[in-house]
């Protein structure tokens, strides 16, 4: 039978043929989990990945879980390719979370806590205290936590309060009766949030050196000091987690900014998707709190331990232990940047590219700050889509904007989980007179770009950074991303054009360099795709290289299918979520698909074809999902400098694909296999270390 013709015979948009994007997001989790359980990783380094994983499982509860559960609400029966019902989906979620909390406990306490204790960082519990600890402790319940609590006992004129997401919160158990004679039985108390969850007990009755109280013991071991003529029976840590999905009806409003701060404060006290207590919370005390929130009993996560891992991941930066750290390096400035003082005259020279957190981020920030002193410079213009207020980005936007400099910044507000952040920075902004704008009605603006507007001699001369991460100082030491800088004059007019769509909400007109979503970025990687296709059925070769975060558009997955049936090899490496099945017989033999989870986020969006022996290679700000091609602005450009080209290859594809001790290779059935070389060991990450960082 022809390829073409056992293409043509083979549905693929059969619901088969794709993994569930929740059940793909739960396997990134367990992936992440695992390297908490890897004792070739610093000790330090196991505990903060465990406290990741925390993290990304909140998140999904708090967006992805909650999701389904309003669409369950509503009736909706939309599924995605895999036909899967939101009903079915929260179904086959729930025991396989309760499995990831149970296996982040299990390995808190078998592996790391008694690891860390003969290292000498212990977590104290009460019955372990010596007498000096319970006075210190007693000493700081006073001055510190009671004065700023607010308990609540519960009575008809005191209703159960509403819990802040993801708020630690203790339900109290009381005998004896109040100042008004009534024996309400329960209280709730909430823990402040000003203060730290992890509190060092001071050197001076510490028998180690790393030694810490955790702030719920604190309270549970003096909360009857908070009801005064009672005892407390029971005190229980719980934490309930809410919908924090925000939702502006865009074409109802005049001013995103101000409808997105009132928005704010409703995600705090979003719809209950799930209840966490501590494990020796008795079961009368779980189905009243179940009831209050409205959960059912698969809601419910019992926790072996703090309630809330993330409140540990302070620990690893508050501890000075080295040895049980990963090594620092010092990232690397490329020499052409490193000998001339002018960031002009060095991008004049040639296109510049960085790989982070190999190489530094500081280039740019020199880049913004000479823009903002530079008499010559007339204009900056940047998107912002995570970035943080107090950093050296803003701060140069801010002396740019100070200096007389047109700058205009496109600030995306509903950046999730940043839209705080992103208020105020566009407030700090306009009050120095920058021009702020907040991207396009219905879309979000993830594209990552900067330009500078110059006089040279009679000429406007532009320069351009565009960059595959945000311009974010703390996630550059991080998240493995590429920057490039260019004055390449096609390049430079796109990046202007894309700016005044932005602005001007008119067309940006025909970009010659630059692939665009929403308009035509999808069409370009089938195209691409279809194009290594041809090849194929030529009898030349084709394939197609590809790294990102998401992989899930059906309609990209499908040609990527078809790519294989007609013999194009098909080669990604996708960090997280993941939909495309590799090796199903008659669809996908010539596909293969890798995660890598090491000591940095993998972050990088790069497309590369071989095109008939004349590679084509592109760096992103998109994955390749559906929001990315259809909701979002981004931007997809070409790197045409044949050495630069060839690098980015070697550094991400070469190094990755040969990557046999941090690579999880996907199964066709949805699960991961960790590569593991008995010798000749090679971590993609470690080796850029060495190449790259100085």
Same mark, same amino acid.
């Given at each position: 039978m022809a390829k073409s013709e056992r293409s043509e015979r083979v549905n693929l948009s059969k619901p088969e043929l794709y !993994? /569930?994007?929740? =059940?793909? %997001? =739960? &396997? *990134?989790?367990? @992936?992440? !989990?695992? %390297?908490s359980k890897d004792s070739a990783m610093p000790l330090l380094e196991r505990l903060r990945f465990l406290c990741i994983a925390s993290q990304i499982l909140d998140e999904f509860f708090e967006i992805r879980v909650a999701g389904l559960k309003q669409q369950v609400a509503y009736g909706s029966m939309q599924s995605g390719p895999d036909s899967i019902s939101p009903a079915d989906q929260l179904q086959m979620v729930a025991p396989l979370a309760h499995e990831l909390v149970a296996e982040q406990y299990k390995v808190l306490n078998k592996l790391l806590l008694p690891k860390l204790a003969r290292q000498g960082v212990k977590f104290l519990t009460e019955e372990t205290w010596s007498s000096k600890q319970v006075g210190w402790i007693k000493q700081y319940f006073d001055r510190e936590l009671a004065p700023i609590m607010s308990p609540v006992g519960l009575d008809p004129s005191h209703p159960f309060p509403e819990p802040l997401n993801k708020s630690l919160a203790f339900i109290v158990t009381l005998d004896g009766k109040d100042a008004f004679g009534r024996a309400s039985g329960k209280a709730i108390v909430q823990a402040p949030r000003s203060l730290p969850r992890v509190v060092r007990v001071p050197e001076s009755i510490a028998t180690s050196a790393n030694q810490f109280v955790l702030l719920s013991s604190i309270v549970s071991a003096h909360v009857s000091d908070l009801f005064q003529g009672m005892k407390a029976t029971g005190c229980f840590q719980f934490r309930v987690t809410r919908n924090s999905d925000l939702f502006v009806d865009e074409e109802e409003i005049d001013d995103l900014l101000i409808a997105l +701060?009132? +928005?704010?404060?409703? @995600?705090? *006290? $979003?719809? &209950?998707?799930? =209840? +966490?207590?501590? #494990?020796d919370c008795p079961e009368d005390l779980v189905g009243f709190l179940s009831a209050q929130f409205g959960l059912g009993a698969s809601e419910v996560y019992w926790c072996e331990g703090p309630v809330n891992l993330m409140r540990l991941a302070a620990v690893p930066d508050i501890v000075a232990r080295p040895d049980l750290k990963f090594p620092g390096f010092t990232p690397s400035v490329p020499d052409r940047i490193r000998n001339n003082d002018n960031m002009f005259d060095a991008i004049r020279a040639g296109d510049i590219l960085l790989h982070h957190p190999f190489e530094s981020f500081a280039p740019f920030v020199d880049f913004l700050r000479q823009a903002a002193r530079d008499p010559n410079v007339l204009a900056i213009k940047q998107t912002l889509y995570r970035t943080g207020t107090e950093s050296s980005v803003v701060a140069a936007l801010v002396d740019a904007a100070t200096n007389g400099k047109e700058v205009l910044v496109v600030i995306e507000l509903r950046a999730r989980f940043d839209e705080e952040a992103n208020i105020e920075l566009a407030n700090k902004l306009q009050s120095v007179g920058a021009h702020v704008v907040y991207g396009v009605v219905g879309l979000k603006t993830h594209a990552k770009m900067c330009l500078v507007i110059r006089r040279e001699g009679r000429e406007l001369t532009r320069y351009v950074h565009l960059g595959t991460g945000n311009y974010h100082i703390r996630t550059t030491r991080l998240y493995t991303d590429y920057g490039l800088f260019t004055c390449e004059d096609d390049l430079c007019s796109d990046v202007q054009k894309v700016f005044q769509q932005l602005t001007t909400l008119g067309k940006a007109g025909k970009l010659k360099k630059i692939v665009q979503a929403p308009f035509s970025l999808h069409a370009s990687m089938v195209a691409n795709i279809e194009r290594e296709i041809v090849f194929a059925q030529e009898g030349k070769s084709g394939t197609v290289w590809a790294k990102m975060n998401s992989l899930i558009e059906p309609q990209i997955i499908q040609a990527l299918y078809r790519a294989s049936q007609a013999g194009v090899r098909v080669e990604l490496i996708v960090r997280g979520i993941c939909a495309l099945k590799p $090796?199903?017989? $008659?669809?996908?033999? /010539?596909?293969?698909?890798?995660? !890598?989870? $090491? @000591?940095? =986020?993998? #972050?990088? @969006?790069? *497309?590369?074809?071989? /095109?008939n022996g004349d590679r084509e290679l592109f760096l992103s700000s998109a994955d390749w999902m559906g929001r990315n091609f259809f909701s979002r602005v981004e931007t997809c450009f070409p790197i045409e400098d044949k050495k630069l080209r060839e690098r980015i290859f070697a550094e991400t594809f070469t190094a990755y694909l040969d990557d046999n001790s941090q690579a999880w290779v996907l199964q066709a059935d949805g699960s991961y296999e960790r590569k593991r070389a008995k010798k000749d060991r090679m971590s993609a990450q470690d080796y850029l270390l060495e190449t790259l960082s100085d």
């Amino acid at each position: 039978m022809a390829k073409s013709e056992r293409s043509e015979r083979v549905n693929l948009s059969k619901p088969e043929l794709y !993994i /569930n994007r929740e =059940l793909s %997001q =739960l &396997a *990134f989790m367990r @992936r992440v !989990i695992a %390297q908490s359980k890897d004792s070739a990783m610093p000790l330090l380094e196991r505990l903060r990945f465990l406290c990741i994983a925390s993290q990304i499982l909140d998140e999904f509860f708090e967006i992805r879980v909650a999701g389904l559960k309003q669409q369950v609400a509503y009736g909706s029966m939309q599924s995605g390719p895999d036909s899967i019902s939101p009903a079915d989906q929260l179904q086959m979620v729930a025991p396989l979370a309760h499995e990831l909390v149970a296996e982040q406990y299990k390995v808190l306490n078998k592996l790391l806590l008694p690891k860390l204790a003969r290292q000498g960082v212990k977590f104290l519990t009460e019955e372990t205290w010596s007498s000096k600890q319970v006075g210190w402790i007693k000493q700081y319940f006073d001055r510190e936590l009671a004065p700023i609590m607010s308990p609540v006992g519960l009575d008809p004129s005191h209703p159960f309060p509403e819990p802040l997401n993801k708020s630690l919160a203790f339900i109290v158990t009381l005998d004896g009766k109040d100042a008004f004679g009534r024996a309400s039985g329960k209280a709730i108390v909430q823990a402040p949030r000003s203060l730290p969850r992890v509190v060092r007990v001071p050197e001076s009755i510490a028998t180690s050196a790393n030694q810490f109280v955790l702030l719920s013991s604190i309270v549970s071991a003096h909360v009857s000091d908070l009801f005064q003529g009672m005892k407390a029976t029971g005190c229980f840590q719980f934490r309930v987690t809410r919908n924090s999905d925000l939702f502006v009806d865009e074409e109802e409003i005049d001013d995103l900014l101000i409808a997105l +701060e009132g +928005e704010l404060s409703s @995600r705090r *006290f $979003g719809d &209950a998707v799930r =209840l +966490e207590v501590s #494990h020796d919370c008795p079961e009368d005390l779980v189905g009243f709190l179940s009831a209050q929130f409205g959960l059912g009993a698969s809601e419910v996560y019992w926790c072996e331990g703090p309630v809330n891992l993330m409140r540990l991941a302070a620990v690893p930066d508050i501890v000075a232990r080295p040895d049980l750290k990963f090594p620092g390096f010092t990232p690397s400035v490329p020499d052409r940047i490193r000998n001339n003082d002018n960031m002009f005259d060095a991008i004049r020279a040639g296109d510049i590219l960085l790989h982070h957190p190999f190489e530094s981020f500081a280039p740019f920030v020199d880049f913004l700050r000479q823009a903002a002193r530079d008499p010559n410079v007339l204009a900056i213009k940047q998107t912002l889509y995570r970035t943080g207020t107090e950093s050296s980005v803003v701060a140069a936007l801010v002396d740019a904007a100070t200096n007389g400099k047109e700058v205009l910044v496109v600030i995306e507000l509903r950046a999730r989980f940043d839209e705080e952040a992103n208020i105020e920075l566009a407030n700090k902004l306009q009050s120095v007179g920058a021009h702020v704008v907040y991207g396009v009605v219905g879309l979000k603006t993830h594209a990552k770009m900067c330009l500078v507007i110059r006089r040279e001699g009679r000429e406007l001369t532009r320069y351009v950074h565009l960059g595959t991460g945000n311009y974010h100082i703390r996630t550059t030491r991080l998240y493995t991303d590429y920057g490039l800088f260019t004055c390449e004059d096609d390049l430079c007019s796109d990046v202007q054009k894309v700016f005044q769509q932005l602005t001007t909400l008119g067309k940006a007109g025909k970009l010659k360099k630059i692939v665009q979503a929403p308009f035509s970025l999808h069409a370009s990687m089938v195209a691409n795709i279809e194009r290594e296709i041809v090849f194929a059925q030529e009898g030349k070769s084709g394939t197609v290289w590809a790294k990102m975060n998401s992989l899930i558009e059906p309609q990209i997955i499908q040609a990527l299918y078809r790519a294989s049936q007609a013999g194009v090899r098909v080669e990604l490496i996708v960090r997280g979520i993941c939909a495309l099945k590799p $090796g199903v017989p $008659g669809v996908s033999e /010539n596909v293969k698909v890798r995660s !890598i989870i $090491g @000591r940095f =986020l993998e #972050h990088t @969006r790069v *497309f590369c074809f071989h /095109n008939n022996g004349d590679r084509e290679l592109f760096l992103s700000s998109a994955d390749w999902m559906g929001r990315n091609f259809f909701s979002r602005v981004e931007t997809c450009f070409p790197i045409e400098d044949k050495k630069l080209r060839e690098r980015i290859f070697a550094e991400t594809f070469t190094a990755y694909l040969d990557d046999n001790s941090q690579a999880w290779v996907l199964q066709a059935d949805g699960s991961y296999e960790r590569k593991r070389a008995k010798k000749d060991r090679m971590s993609a990450q470690d080796y850029l270390l060495e190449t790259l960082s100085d």
